[in-house]
């Protein structure tokens, strides 16, 4: 079964600096691969998705990269602020027709002042 | 454009005992997914409707869990009874693509589940 690592269960940065976030994946590359943010009592809000034919996107301050020789997924916020603090969830797609996604477990990132 | 709406947002019950969950969706996703999320994990998947067909419902432990989809709108998501390791969040989310993952995911809040 696919297995998905989050670098770290927590990532502290100044605010104004960039914050990058790994996702590593097991076993077969996932079609697509989605990024999400999730806050304290809410549900997990989309971010991004990249596809597996694609390298790089971005989405204003944010951009993700997708490496599937390496089976790695970074997520950079750019410009950090504390409004950024989250908990940062990636999932990922086999490419079924079910879509279904496989989260991993999220990095809590927090950007202080 | 209103969100996902879950309800109710905070649930208490002892073991053994029933409990629903009830979902609202984003005016025309046909797809709707209820997810199990266990602090500090990522949510897990339990079935996947399609309009109101279930579509995927292999890790939904069906001894104990059921769902519905009426009219292909709301769904509500059952447990009983309950076990105390059913504690969780339960998130549903819907999509606006019918199959496939190219399409981002919309949570509602969740349903927090205390099983005592």
């Known amino acids: 079964s696919q297995k998905i690592e989050q670098n770290s269960e927590a990532l502290n940065i100044q605010e104004g600096k960039t914050a990058t976030l790994t996702c590593n994946y097991t076993?077969?590359?996932?079609?697509?691969l989605q990024w999400y943010r999730q806050d304290p009592g809410r549900g997990p809000v989309f971010l991004l998705l990249i596809r597996e034919n694609e390298k790089e996107k971005r989405k204003e301050r944010l951009k993700v990269t997708f490496d599937t020789t390496l089976k790695q997924s970074l997520f950079h916020i750019t410009a950090s602020q504390p409004a950024d603090s989250a908990t940062y969830l990636c999932a990922l797609d086999m490419g079924s027709t079910l879509g279904r996604l496989y989260f991993g477990r999220g990095t809590q990132l927090t950007v202080w002042p | 454009e209103a969100g996902v709406a879950q309800s109710p947002r905070y649930k208490i019950i002892e073991k053994r005992q029933s409990v629903a969950f009830w979902c609202n969706p984003i005016s025309g996703h046909a797809t709707l997914y209820w997810y199990q999320q266990i602090l500090g994990q990522g949510p897990k998947l339990l079935i996947q409707f399609q309009n109101n067909g279930v579509v995927d419902d292999s890790q939904l432990p069906k001894d104990r869990f059921s769902a519905e989809r009426l009219k292909g709108v709301d769904s509500t998501l059952k447990i009983q009874p309950a076990k105390l390791e059913d504690s969780a969040v339960y998130l549903c989310?819907?999509?606006?693509?019918?199959?496939?993952?190219?399409?981002?995911?919309?949570f509602g809040a969740g349903t927090r589940l205390s099983v005592l």
């Open positions: 076993n077969y590359s996932p079609a697509y």
């Open positions: 989310a819907s999509s606006l693509g019918n199959t496939g993952g190219e399409f981002g995911k919309y």
